[in-house]
């Protein structure tokens, strides 16, 4: 007697991926209509999965080009547009042999999947440290030095040290370690895709704690970058603590 349509639903969404082909052999004499719907989503769905798995390893190809490094990090930074908060800078070393599907650039992400994205690469990293520069230093400094002072910091508190950096599109001053500039690297370099991860996540639970702070400007959903119910804000109530006096002159 044939398994119903229910049934074989069921036979695939417990496989293994790696199972999908006999099962189809096993149904390729039952010529339902649900049965072919079923064998034609569970095909998409591993070709979805196996593009993944090439996307990932095209996004190794700096890291397989650099591999007689022990340890390479991959360094970002996420907020340096914004008109509140501070900048933040990511930096992650993975394993060699790490493999996290769907990590990519976080801007191209969404706050759920970073969030899961997040948690695995915490877990696997050998390494990872991320470090603010709050408006203050902004302010004093301007935002590109205040960034690449989180990003030394932030390379310089790894333990273990990397020998090589991958970042995504300059170079960081004042380091001795090798370093290797990617144009659009937060897209291009899973180290780099990695650290973009965890500096967005990171910064994005702060911005939602100063949310609670001052919930005039909406930090919770603007993150603190120049929407126009932000800029409104501004104007209305004035700055608050954390607003970047150099980014907002032009509002008061």
């Given at each position: 007697?044939?398994?119903?349509?229910?049934?074989?639903?069921?036979?695939?969404?417990?496989?293994?991926?790696?199972?999908?082909?006999?099962?189809?052999?096993?149904?390729?004499?039952?010529?339902?209509?649900?049965?072919?719907?079923?064998?034609?989503?569970?095909?998409?769905?591993?070709?979805?999965?196996?593009?993944?798995?090439?996307?990932?390893?095209?996004?190794?190809?700096?890291?397989?080009?650099?591999?007689?490094?022990?340890?390479?990090?991959?360094?970002?930074?996420?907020?340096?547009?914004?008109?509140?908060?501070?900048?933040?800078a990511g930096a992650v070393i993975l394993?060699?042999?790490?493999?996290?599907?769907?990590?990519?650039?976080?801007?191209?992400?969404?706050?759920?999947?970073?969030?899961?994205?997040?948690?695995?690469?915490?877990?696997?990293?050998?390494?990872?440290?991320?470090?603010?520069?709050?408006?203050?230093?902004?302010?004093?400094?301007?935002?590109?030095?205040?960034?690449?002072?989180?990003?030394?910091?932030?390379?310089?508190?790894?333990?273990?040290?990397?020998?090589?950096?991958?970042?995504?599109?300059?170079?960081?001053?004042?380091?001795?370690?090798?370093?290797?500039?990617?144009?659009?690297?937060?897209?291009?370099?899973?180290?780099?895709?990695?650290?973009?991860?965890?500096?967005?996540?990171?910064?994005?639970?702060?911005?939602?704690?100063?949310?609670?702070?001052?919930?005039?400007?909406?930090?919770?959903?603007?993150?603190?970058?120049?929407?126009?119910?932000?800029?409104?804000?501004?104007?209305?109530?004035?700055?608050?603590?954390?607003?970047?006096?150099?980014?907002?002159?032009?509002?008061?």
């Amino acid at each position: 007697m044939s398994k119903s349509i229910k049934e074989i639903q069921e036979i695939f969404e417990n496989a293994d991926m790696s199972e999908y082909d006999s099962i189809q052999e096993s149904l390729k004499d039952d010529e339902r209509a649900g049965v072919i719907k079923l064998i034609m989503k569970y095909n998409k769905k591993k070709k979805a999965f196996e593009d993944e798995v090439q996307r990932i390893f095209d996004m190794k190809e700096f890291e397989r080009k650099y591999s007689d490094y022990q340890y390479i990090c991959g360094i970002d930074e996420v907020g340096r547009g914004p008109l509140a908060g501070p900048v933040c800078a990511g930096a992650v070393i993975l394993p060699k042999d790490a493999e996290i599907l769907y990590v990519n650039d976080s801007k191209k992400l969404s706050g759920k999947k970073r969030e899961e994205l997040y948690k695995e690469i915490t877990d696997q990293a050998i390494a990872y440290k991320t470090v603010f520069m709050n408006q203050e230093v902004i302010d004093e400094i301007n935002i590109l030095q205040a960034t690449y002072k989180a990003m030394r910091q932030a390379v310089n508190e790894l333990n273990p040290q990397p020998d090589l950096l991958l970042i995504d599109a300059v170079h960081i001053p004042e380091l001795e370690v090798k370093q290797v500039s990617i144009i659009k690297g937060d897209a291009k370099s899973f180290s780099i895709a990695a650290a973009s991860i965890v500096a967005k996540v990171e910064r994005d639970h702060l911005m939602e704690k100063y949310d609670e702070l001052y919930p005039e400007y909406g930090f919770a959903g603007n993150k603190g970058y120049g929407s126009k119910e932000h800029i409104e804000a501004i104007k209305k109530y004035g700055p608050c603590p954390i607003h970047r006096r150099t980014f907002i002159k032009n509002f008061l």
